[in-house]
T-cell receptor, first 110, second 114 residues
Framework: GENVEQHPSTLSVQEGDSAVIKCTYS??????FPWYKQELGKGPQLIID?????GEKKDQRIAVTLNKTAKHFSLHITETQPEDSAVYFC?????????FGTGTRLLVSP | SAVISQKPSRDICQRGTSLTIQCQVD?????MFWYRQQPGQSLTLIAT?????????ESGFVIDKFPISRPNLTFSTLTVSNMSPEDSSIYLC???????????FGPGTRLTVT
């Protein structure tokens, strides 16, 4: 089955810096790659996703890139703000089931 | 996206008892999912619950321990049976927007077993 690895486990940046979180997956049949943000005490929130027929997708300060050949995808956050502090999870799916990465705790210091 | 609510939001239970968690969606959805998130960990799929059929459980999860009901297209319940402290986790339901793979999560139920 699918296996998703995520790095780094923690990431500390200064406000205004960029942050990059990387994930690799094992199943070449996977074709949907979402990213979730989970704030303390809340459920995961879908913030951006990408499908296998697209290499990059942007939404304001966040972007996701996908390299299907290498089986990895990344989340890029530019101009980070303190409210970006949260745990971020990547996931991959091949057939209606999401397999999650281990999570990255992002801390943005003012 | 769908609005999902869960009840209770949190509970403290004694070992050996059972707790039923409710998940309500504001629109009809085919695919609903139940996840467990142990403290400080990632999300693990417990089962997929489709209306009109038996829930499909993932490896390591069994119906006797986690019975699931799906009586209609907007509601599901997960019961955690014969609880032990190892069952202390956040339990999350999610729904898939029809035909998109996009999953949206409820706020979670924080369960502590003493």
């Amino acid at each position: 089955g699918e296996n998703v690895e995520q790095h780094p486990s923690t990431l500390s940046v200064q406000e205004g810096d960029s942050a990059v979180i990387k994930c690799t997956y094992s199943d070449s049949a996977s074709n949907y790659f979402p990213w979730y943000k989970q704030e303390l005490g809340k459920g995961p929130q879908l913030i951006i996703d990408i499908r296998s027929n697209v290499g990059e997708k942007k939404d304001q300060r966040i972007a996701v890139t996908l390299n299907k050949t290498a089986k990895h995808f990344s989340l890029h956050i530019t101009e980070t703000q303190p409210e970006d502090s949260a745990v971020y999870f990547c996931a991959a799916t091949g057939f209606q089931k999401l397999v999650f990465g281990t999570g990255t705790r992002l801390l943005v210091s003012p | 996206s769908a609005v999902i609510s869960q009840k209770p939001s949190r509970d403290i239970c004694q070992r050996g008892t059972s707790l039923t968690i409710q998940c309500q969606v504001d629109s009809q959805v085919t695919m609903m999912f139940w996840y467990r998130q142990q403290p400080g960990q990632s999300l693990t799929l417990i089962a997929t619950a489709n209306q009109g059929s038996e829930a499909t459980y993932e490896s390591g999860f069994v119906i006797d321990k986690f019975p699931i009901s799906r009586p209609n297209l907007t509601f599901s319940t997960l019961t955690v049976s014969n609880m032990s402290p190892e069952d202390s986790s956040i339990y999350l339901c999610s729904v898939e927007e029809e035909g998109t793979y996009e999953q949206y999560f409820g706020p979670g139920t924080r369960l502590t077993v003493t």
